[in-house]
């Protein structure tokens, strides 16, 4: 793994009473959007837990992040699986709203 | 502001991803200067983005390429230049005017189109020049929107 992109990207992942929450920090982009794929993979196939992922501390995103964060609901809506999404910044909360990605999104308010 | 030259920022990068992000905060830095909102600057970071993030995966295949990137200051538009020199046809043109998800469900949802789509809704005006084997030009422009008490 290339160390140096650690500091512009990171994803913890935490594991906590049947839930996986996995926190984003940083910028995801074009330049990190293949290791986030990779690293997202077995969490997106664990049927046995639901998935959560944290935005509060991503300060970027594109389309190629939004366009992973599709390919996630999809596979995880194919497996009849829960994935959310929470704490979402005001402007990736913008960029979802126009791609029209929010209304496949359940919040944990609503879920 | 009148008659004022217009002032032109010129980078050159690798067409790789990980030099994106350069784009990103000399953008920063120019419409900072400028007096562009946060909002309006956080909005041109990505559309900037997405025209370089297609100079990148579309314009070059497997060979090493240059993007080059103009910013343009004129008065209080910006305009900005992405460049690209690949032999490939690229993929914007082919989008046509973009698509979002709103009217999909999400067995129908194909992954891609989005990034041309917020180049478009995220800045005032959006041109692509394309030929094949001659490269890709895409021009963004957006104006700072001065409220009626400030000059």
Same mark, same amino acid.
Do not use: W
């Given at each position: 793994?290339?160390?140096?992109?650690?500091?512009?990207?990171?994803?913890?992942?935490?594991?906590?009473?049947?839930?996986?929450?996995?926190?984003? #920090?940083?910028?995801?982009?074009?330049?990190?959007? &293949?290791?986030?794929?990779?690293?997202?993979? &077995?969490?997106?196939?664990?049927?046995?837990?639901?998935?959560?992922?944290?935005?509060?501390?991503?300060?970027?995103?594109? #389309?190629?992040?939004?366009?992973?964060?599709?390919?996630?609901?999809?596979?995880?809506?194919?497996?009849?699986?829960?994935?959310?999404?929470?704490?979402? &910044? #005001?402007?990736?909360?913008?960029?979802?709203?126009?791609?029209?990605?929010?209304?496949?999104?359940?919040?944990?308010?609503?879920? | 502001?009148?008659?004022?030259?217009?002032? !032109?920022?010129?980078?050159?990068?690798?067409?790789?991803?990980?030099?994106?992000?350069?784009?990103?905060?000399?953008?920063?830095?120019?419409?900072?200067?400028?007096?562009?909102?946060?909002?309006?600057?956080?909005?041109?970071?990505?559309?900037?983005?997405?025209?370089?993030?297609?100079?990148?995966?579309?314009?070059?295949?497997?060979?090493?390429?240059?993007?080059?990137?103009?910013?343009?200051?004129?008065?209080?538009?910006?305009? %900005? @230049?992405? !460049?690209?020199?690949?032999?490939?046809?690229?993929?914007?043109?082919?989008?046509?005017?973009?698509? @979002?998800?709103?009217?999909?469900?999400?067995?129908?949802?194909? %992954?891609?189109?989005?990034?041309?789509?917020?180049?478009?809704?995220?800045?005032?005006?959006?041109?692509?020049?394309?030929?094949?084997?001659?490269? @890709? !030009?895409?021009?963004?422009? !957006?104006?700072?929107?001065?409220?009626?008490? @400030?000059?």
């Amino acid at each position: 793994m290339n160390t140096n992109k650690n500091e512009k990207f990171n994803a913890t992942t935490e594991s906590n009473d049947g839930t996986i929450t996995v926190v984003l #920090s940083g910028e995801l982009d074009l330049s990190v959007a &293949p290791e986030f794929r990779l690293m997202m993979k &077995p969490l997106v196939e664990d049927s046995n837990h639901n998935l959560i992922i944290n935005l509060k501390n991503l300060k970027y995103i594109d #389309s190629t992040g939004i366009g992973i964060l599709l390919s996630i609901l999809k596979a995880r809506h194919g497996m009849a699986s829960q994935f959310l999404v929470e704490d979402v &910044p #005001s402007q990736i909360q913008k960029l979802f709203d126009m791609t029209g990605i929010s209304k496949f999104f359940a919040t944990k308010e609503n879920s | 502001m009148n008659g004022e030259a217009v002032q !032109k920022v010129v980078i050159s990068l690798p067409a790789s991803a990980d030099y994106v992000d350069i784009v990103r905060l000399n953008l920063y830095g120019i419409a900072s200067k400028m007096g562009f909102s946060y909002e309006d600057i956080e909005d041109m970071k990505v559309a900037v983005s997405e025209a370089c993030n297609n100079s990148v995966l579309y314009a070059y295949g497997q060979e090493d390429g240059t993007v080059e990137v103009t910013f343009e200051i004129n008065g209080d538009l910006l305009s %900005i @230049t992405v !460049k690209d020199e690949g032999e490939s046809f690229d993929n914007l043109a082919a989008h046509g005017e973009g698509s @979002t998800l709103h009217d999909k469900e999400l067995d129908d949802v194909q %992954i891609g189109g989005l990034g041309f789509y917020l180049m478009q809704a995220l800045m005032d005006d959006v041109r692509v020049e394309s030929q094949a084997g001659c490269g @890709t !030009k895409v021009v963004l422009t !957006k104006r700072i929107m001065r409220s009626e008490e @400030t000059v």
